[in-house]
């Protein structure tokens, strides 16, 4: 008798879609020094010190967690306060398990796995670096080619949120948009299922460079210009074609770094990383938060070119006093009146500056968050949550947000906590 082989079992994979570096910073026991450098990453975009013996991201001691000289290092434990809305329950947990999803990229070989987290990863490193120097009040700079992939890592990180995978896996489309999807698997033959689509757009999205991928946005866009359903319908590529057009604009956004005034600090969500404020279908701002105490801040182009005001939308909740252009060093000299593509350069250098929002911008923010999350919270300071969950509250008696959720649980344990606090 043949034994029956043994099956060789694939150990369940965790994948972040808000990276860990980013999580850290909302943990008690986060610390960043000024002699933190810089970040790499591995092939599971883990970030590790590129100087394990000098660079102490932790407590600051030399207990657990850290290494003196000579000593190998030993990561810590980062553990962040997650709000669960469906049993409205609040608990610390680890970093390691806390907003991503097992087996993101379960329908493919391990070597592939690794071979997009890799690439992921290389993206992930350019914005590490900023995001750090973001945090350490550094010069914030960086050239056109880092730019671009830093956008493109943010809107990777958007695409592959529990939320948007959701779409495919659950088939949540209004009918146009499921009508473009089912077209895009018949001019892709390969394509069987719609859960497939999500994934196949992924795919392309990390191994295609940025370059290809506004090439290939501006073909679709050049359709029907002033058209975008007859796009959906011309347009023939290795993209499904709305998901071409939502990150095409997004990359061709400013980028604005916002720092929350003192007493306020931004929170998470399963949803914070992409989140918009817009109107008819038009988005004004996507949010990034980077930490409680920052966040990055994509704005739409026409609010910096000023022409928003010319069109039929409503006014944005947040004020121009809010954007800033960056300074530009053009290594080609100065851009000519009638500058065109050639004129730039991959090393032309962005200065940025950040922008101080004050307390009642930062609680709309996280009232966006607030109102469009549907799994987790994640706060860091108590009563900055609890001034968020109060605002919340007040504007939603003038319908300024569409879900209007129930916080009263939440508010009524953090109100507890915080008298607790101050009574002993």
């Not at 947990?93 to 987290?117: H, L, N, V």
């Not at 990034?288 to 609010?303: E, K």
Request: one cysteine or more.
């Amino acid at each position: 008798m043949v034994p029956t082989p043994t099956p060789i079992l694939t150990p369940t994979q965790f994948h972040h879609y808000i990276p860990r570096f980013i999580l850290k910073s909302f943990a008690d026991n986060f610390l960043l020094k000024p002699s933190d450098t810089e970040f790499i990453a591995d092939a599971s975009t883990i970030f590790t010190p590129t100087d394990p013996s000098g660079m102490q991201l932790g407590s600051g001691s030399k207990g657990k967690g850290s290494s003196g000289r000579g000593q190998p290092f030993r990561h810590l434990n980062y553990l962040i306060n997650i709000y669960r809305v469906t049993d409205h329950t609040t608990e610390l947990s680890d970093i390691k398990r806390a907003y991503g999803a097992e087996d993101m990229y379960r329908d493919i070989t391990a070597d592939d796995c690794m071979k997009f987290e890799r690439l992921l990863g290389n993206l992930e490193s350019t914005s590490a670096t900023f995001i750090r120097k973001i945090w350490s009040g550094e010069d914030l700079s960086l050239t056109r080619a880092q730019l671009s992939d830093m956008k493109k890592f943010l809107g990777i990180m958007m695409y592959r949120s529990e939320n948007r995978r959701g779409q495919y896996y659950d088939m949540r489309f209004d009918l146009a948009t499921l009508m473009s999807v089912k077209r895009h698997m018949d001019n892709n033959n390969r394509i069987e299922r719609i859960q497939d689509v999500w994934f196949d757009n992924l795919k392309w999205l990390i191994g295609t460079p940025m370059e290809d991928i506004m090439k290939e946005f501006h073909k679709a866009y050049n359709l029907a210009p002033k058209d975008p359903i007859a796009i959906t319908r011309l347009y023939k590529g290795p993209i499904h074609v709305l998901e071409l057009l939502d990150f095409g604009n997004l990359a061709s956004n400013y980028v604005c770094v916002w720092e929350a005034e003192e007493g306020s600090e931004f929170i998470m969500s399963e949803g914070c990383f992409g989140a918009f404020e817009g109107d008819m279908g038009v988005t004004f701002h996507n949010f990034f938060v980077v930490s409680p105490r920052y966040a990055i801040v994509l704005v739409n182009r026409l609010y910096m070119w000023g022409m928003m005001e010319k069109l039929p939308f409503r006014k944005s909740w947040f004020g121009d006093e809010l954007h800033a252009n960056p300074d530009t060093i053009y290594v080609k000299g100065p851009l000519p009146k009638d500058y065109a593509e050639s004129d730039f350069s991959s090393n032309d250098v962005f200065k940025y500056r950040r922008i101080m929002v004050p307390k009642k911008d930062v609680f709309t923010v996280n009232g966006i968050f607030l109102d469009a999350r549907t799994k987790y919270l994640t706060y860091k300071s108590s009563v900055s949550m609890y001034k968020s969950l109060r605002f919340y509250d007040k504007v939603k008696k003038d319908n300024m947000f569409e879900t209007q959720h129930d916080y009263s649980i939440l508010k009524r344990k953090l109100f507890t906590d915080l008298n607790r606090t101050h009574s002993s």
